[in-house]
Each structure stands twice: as structure tokens, then as C-alpha cells.
């Protein structure tokens, strides 16, 4: 049985408690949370020991592991508390703000023999799951170029500022959806390592950006753009899209469908030449238990089976790096021209 | 408000299609969402449906229905026309949350005018009433069908799932219980983990009455821990079931889809939605004719 608190409990901290709860062989022990009407009901009701400080609560308690759902800028920091501590972490993307950090986390978390991973959640949805099959068994040919998206509607006109709205904080669509996006584009093709382009535009935040228009090049030579809008008033949720352009077909993706064009039929996968058009339903993929999406309940199985088995999971903080690295660049293209 | 104790029916039409939520395609959402752009097009959709021979109708506690309910209200046809609103509307809270932290998200929402109500859900969020918060929120929940037939109360999946997860069943049965007491109509939940919940409310809070609405279809969709295990459990027959997605989104043909519903017994009622009177009038008499 291991032993887990969650650190954090806003939106993300009590879905993943909830799944967490609900899973065999795990134990949630302890959570923390500064703000006291969350922490009381859930002490009330599920008798799990509530803290106001984390630290405290991994001074005290004997965990295996922790999931930290704090706000961005605090990553960081509750990283290096759990190392100091000897406890194995799950942290909400993004990973953190400075790619330097997330290398000393990377390089502390080694040396005390301790599990990290980050919660690129596009990972374990099934159907970029399939596209990342697809691709490595060269379906569409040599993949010469993508587009990326993703949109939402999280900020409107007159919307309260928060930290999410603040860079220096953490805040802005850059770090929050485009960190999603480039996350999905590096598990695909890799390491990002040249932008081309970039642009942070500003619509209705005061502190931060509301899209984020780049070209990016990675290091196995594919180049896509990726385009984020967390204004886009069209969406009832956050949407996320990639189409793959290769010399012998196309694929065209998000969560709930997938289109695949070929030149020539491709047996192992069951596809014609010319359109196919596949669904979520056609990918059954059920979970001990359910909350917002299997890929929810995928993401924490594969935190714990990869603490018990010593393996890497599949949403690597060395992966996580990668794309902290890529928003600095982004950043770095657009108000210093390199 | 209607004391109601009689069983539910056995085709419940859904509303998923007035607001464009498919789960196959975006270009589907969009034709839907223009269809049903006016107010009066869901009124008149309802209206097909009633004529057709349906009598119940399960949806969420959208703003939009303010205005259908208000065309129904006034039309007798619909006297006896079963409501079931299904609570809450998690984008509402979940976007005012987002942007103004829990308890701002809670308050705005408490019913009636600030003045009044804002001094009672200050002081249960002060005084931990949680109780006594959720009945306040129910309260304004309801007030979207004050006057309507309602036959039953149900809770979204998003929710149940939530309170199952956190192991929180005792509010389940507060929920249920508050529903039964203030309301005398059928409490009910709508959840993704069937198994677990018909445990909870038949073995643990030992409430039986409450029915539960959960996806049943031949291809196992969205049927957690597995498809096998929620057939089992269909089988005991613990609570009320409601079949929902049996046709998984367009993935089961019609006749396969039925015939598995068929096939299992302990199946009360099927929810199902479509946009077209043909296709909702051809639907219904597909399952009549395979509702024994």
C-alpha cells in the first residue's frame, strides 16, 4: 500500500484526490491546503488528515509520494520539499517557470533515487496514443510538417485578474495551454531545439498573454506551428488539435476523433487508402474509475506503477524540461529577437 | 411541486443535442447548435416529442431552458409531462470557481437576493453547514422548474463521481434524502462508475429507491471498471437503472444497440436524444416495440 497526500486542492488537487481515493493499493494519508472551508469538509466527511502548510504535513507524515496541484509559481519549491523529504512527486504542468529549475530538480531527484512526473494529461488519451503508433510505424511517410492548437474559453472581456493572469506568476495562456500543446508536439516528434517565429499577443489580460503564435523546429527536423486561444468564446471546453502532414498521408486528431488520409492502405492498422474517420468509440478504454475522462485515472496509475515497478513514466519531468525549455525560448524570440 | 411516487418511465428523452454536445464530431455540434440557435426550436422539438408519445424529459439546469420552460408553462399538453432536471450545471461553477475561488463560486450562486440569502450561505460557509450549503444550491437549482411536473431529481455524473471518489457517500444520501423529504420526488444520480454506486446507495446508505443513470451499450463505452462487471452488477438489479448512450455516440447500429439492452435484465428506462422528429419519432418506436 503507498502512502500519498496531495498538496493543493483547487480543481485539478480534488479531481486527482478523488481518483487517487478511489484506486487500490493506495492510500491517500494526508492533504494540505491553505484555504480551511476545503480542508474542513473534506476531514469531516472523508477523515483524511488536512494541513494549512505542506510542510508540516511532509514533516510529519510518512509518505511514499505527493501530488502537487499548487499554483504555478509555487512548483518549484514544493519539487525541492518533497526531495528534501524523500518523497516521489507528481506536479501539475507546468513544470515550472525557469527550465534551470527544472534541471536541478531533474538532476536532485536522481541522486536521491526519487520518481518525478508531470501532469501532460494529452499523453494518456488514447487517440495521441494511436497517432504516436502511427507516426513511429511511418504510416503517413515521412512527416514534413504540423499545425498544432488549442482553444478555450477561459478568459472573457472584464474577467477577474488572478494569478493566471500574471506571467511573473506563473499566470498567462502560454504557460497554462501552450505548455499542453508543445507538450503533445515534443511527445510526437521529439525535442524542439530552433523558433522560428513567435508571438504573444494580448487581448483582454492586463499581465499576461491570451495567444501564443510560434514556429517551431525540432530536433528530428519536422517543423510545425502551434496556435493557442484561451479567448475563443466558440468552445464549451479546451480543445486541443494537431494535423500531421506527411509525404504519403495526413492525420488530422483531437481527443474524441481521429482522421486519417492515406496514399496507400495500411493493413496493420486497419485503415483504406483515401479518408478514415475513427472515434473514440472506437478505442474502448475503461478505467478502475472515472472522473472527467479516463485519461485522468491513466495519468496517476502510471505515477504509481512507475514509483512500484522503478520505471520511467510516460510524463517524464526530463520530458516536462523540454517544454519549459521551449516556453523560455518562445519568450525569448519574442521580446529579445533570439 | 408534484408529489410523484409512480415509476419512471421507460423512454426518457435527453437534451445533449440542444447544445451541440456530441462526442463524434465538431461539425455535428455546429449543425445542432444552429438548429436549436432560438429558444422556440427546443420548445417545438419538446413539443414533437410529446406528440410522438414520450412523457418524460431528463436535462441539465441550462439558462437557456428559462425561456423553453416558460413556453411550456403556458402549454396544457405539457401538464403531465414528466420534468427530470439533472444538477448542477457544472460549466456554471466551474467557470465561477475558476475566476472567483470556491466560496466566491458558491456565492454567487446561493438563491434569492444577496441581501436575504447572503447573510445565511455566509454564515453556513462560516459555521461548516455543508449540509446545509448543498440544500441552498438544490434550492436554487430549482427554481428553473418552479410550477413544472417534476417527477424526479437527478445528479450529474461530474458530481457523483466526485463524491464516490472522496468516498463522501454520506452526502449521496443527504442529496437523496433532502430530495425525497423537501420535494416528495425520486432522487437520483447519473454516474460513469455504475458498480460502485449502486453499492453505495443499495448496500451502504441502504436507499434502494435511488435510480441511477449510467452509459449502457454492446461496445462497453464509458461502462467502468469494465463492461463485464457493470453487467454483473445490472443483473442484481440493486437500484432503478437508466440506460444512457446505448447507442455510444452513433458507434452501435440501432437494431445491435437495442437488442443488447434487450439482452440484459434490469434495465427500468432508456435516456435517449436526437434533433429531427423523424429521427426521435423513429427511435422511440424502435424501442417500443422492443420495450418488453
Known amino acids: 500500500m503507498m502512502n500519498i497526500a496531495v498538496i493543493g486542492l483547487g480543481k485539478m488537487g480534488i479531481s486527482h484526490l478523488s481518483i487517487l481515493n478511489a484506486l487500490p493499493d493506495v492510500k491517500v494519508s494526508a492533504i494540505a491546503e491553505t484555504n480551511r472551508f476545503v480542508t474542513r469538509v473534506l476531514e469531516k466527511y472523508t477523515g483524511i488528515k488536512a494541513y494549512s502548510d505542506y510542510r508540516k504535513m511532509l514533516d510529519r507524515e510518512a509518505l511514499d509520494a505527493v501530488v502537487i496541484c499548487l499554483p504555478n509559481s509555487l512548483h518549484y519549491q514544493a519539487c525541492i520539499d518533497s526531495i528534501e523529504h524523500k518523497v516521489s512527486f507528481f506536479v501539475e504542468k507546468p513544470f515550472t517557470l525557469d527550465p534551470n529549475q527544472s534541471k536541478e530538480i531533474i538532476d536532485k531527484s536522481r541522486t536521491n533515487n526519487l520518481l518525478g512526473m508531470v501532469g501532460y494529461v494529452n499523453r494518456y488519451i488514447k487517440i495521441f496514443q494511436i497517432i ?20 478555450g474559453a477561459v478568459v472573457h472581456a472584464g474577467s477577474k485578474e488572478t494569478w493566471r493572469n500574471s506571467v511573473s506568476e506563473g499566470g498567462g495562456c502560454l504557460f497554462d495551454y501552450g505548455s499542453h500543446c508543445i507538450d503533445l508536439a515534443i511527445y510526437l516528434f521529439g525535442e524542439i531545439d530552433k523558433v522560428l517565429s513567435s508571438e504573444l499577443k494580448m487581448l483582454f489580460s492586463k499581465k499576461c498573454e491570451d495567444i501564443v503564435k510560434a514556429v517551431v523546429s525540432h530536433k528530428s527536423g519536422v517543423t510545425g506551428s502551434i496556435f493557442v486561444n484561451w479567448c475563443d468564446e466558440s468552445q464549451r471546453k479546451a480543445y486541443n488539435e494537431i494535423e500531421i502532414f506527411g509525404k504519403k498521408g495526413k492525420i488530422i486528431a483531437n481527443k474524441q476523433d481521429l482522421k486519417v488520409f492515406l496514399l496507400n492502405r495500411s493493413e496493420i492498422f486497419g485503415l483504406e487508402s483515401g479518408w478514415n474517420s475513427k472515434y473514440v468509440t472506437n478505442y474502448i478504454d475503461n478505467v478502475p474509475f472515472y472522473l472527467r475522462g479516463e485519461e485522468f485515472t491513466k495519468e496517476l496509475m502510471d505515477f504509481i506503477s512507475s514509483i512500484n515497478e522503478a520505471k520511467k513514466p510516460l510524463s517524464s519531468i526530463e520530458d516536462a524540461y523540454l517544454t519549459d525549455k521551449t516556453i523560455k525560448m518562445l519568450r525569448d524570440k519574442t521580446f529579445n529577437g533570439n | ?230 453487467e454483473e452488477s445490472i443483473a442484481l438489479h440493486k437500484t432503478p437503472i437508466i440506460a444512457m448512450s446505448i447507442f455510444a455516440s452513433g458507434a452501435v447500429p440501432y437494431k445491435d444497440a437495442i437488442s443488447y439492452i434487450a439482452s440484459l435484465k434490469g434495465i427500468d428506462s432508456i435516456l435517449f436524444g436526437a434533433s429531427s422528429k423523424q429521427h426521435i419519432e423513429e427511435t422511440y418506436q424502435l424501442l417500443n416495440s422492443n420495450s418488453n
Request: hydrophobic letters at 45%; charged letters at 20%; aromatic letters at 10%.
Open chain 1, 132 to 151: 504516436k503508433e502511427m507516426l513511429e510505424s511511418d504510416l503517413i511517410g515521412e512527416v514534413y510538417d504540423y499545425k498544432a492548437s488549442m482553444l
Open chain 2, 1 to 230: 411541486m408534484a408529489i410523484n411516487e409512480e415509476n419512471m418511465d421507460k423512454i426518457i428523452f435527453g437534451d445533449n443535442q440542444f447544445f451541440g454536445v456530441n462526442h463524434m464530431s465538431l461539425d455535428k455540434t455546429i449543425v445542432e447548435s444552429q438548429r436549436f440557435a432560438k429558444d422556440e426550436a427546443i420548445y417545438k422539438t419538446l413539443s414533437d416529442v410529446h406528440d410522438i408519445g414520450i412523457n418524460s424529459f431528463m436535462f441539465t439546469t441550462h439558462e437557456r431552458f428559462e425561456n423553453v420552460f416558460r413556453l411550456m408553462r403556458k402549454d396544457q399538453k405539457f401538464t403531465n409531462f414528466h420534468f427530470i432536471p439533472c444538477i448542477p450545471y457544472a460549466h456554471k461553477y466551474a467557470n465561477a470557481i475558476t475566476e472567483l475561488g470556491i466560496i466566491g463560486g458558491i456565492k454567487k450562486y446561493i438563491p434569492g437576493n444577496l441581501f436575504l440569502t447572503g447573510v445565511k450561505g455566509a454564515v453556513s460557509i462560516i459555521s461548516n453547514e455543508y449540509v446545509e450549503l448543498m440544500k441552498m444550491l438544490i434550492d436554487s437549482e430549482m427554481k428553473l422548474v418552479e410550477g413544472l411536473n417534476v417527477q424526479a431529481l437527478f445528479l450529474q455524473n461530474i458530481v457523483t463521481d466526485l463524491l464516490i471518489g472522496l468516498g463522501m457517500d454520506q452526502i449521496l444520501g443527504e442529496f437523496a434524502t433532502y430530495v425525497k423529504q423537501k420535494y416528495k420526488i425520486l432522487p437520483g444520480v447519473i454516474t460513469m462508475n455504475f458498480a460502485k454506486a449502486t453499492d453505495i446507495f443499495s448496500d451502504k446508505l441502504h436507499m434502494p429507491e435511488v435510480a441511477i443513470c449510467t452509459p449502457i451499450n454492446k461496445i462497453g463505452f464509458r461502462m467502468n471498471p469494465s463492461q463485464k462487471l457493470v
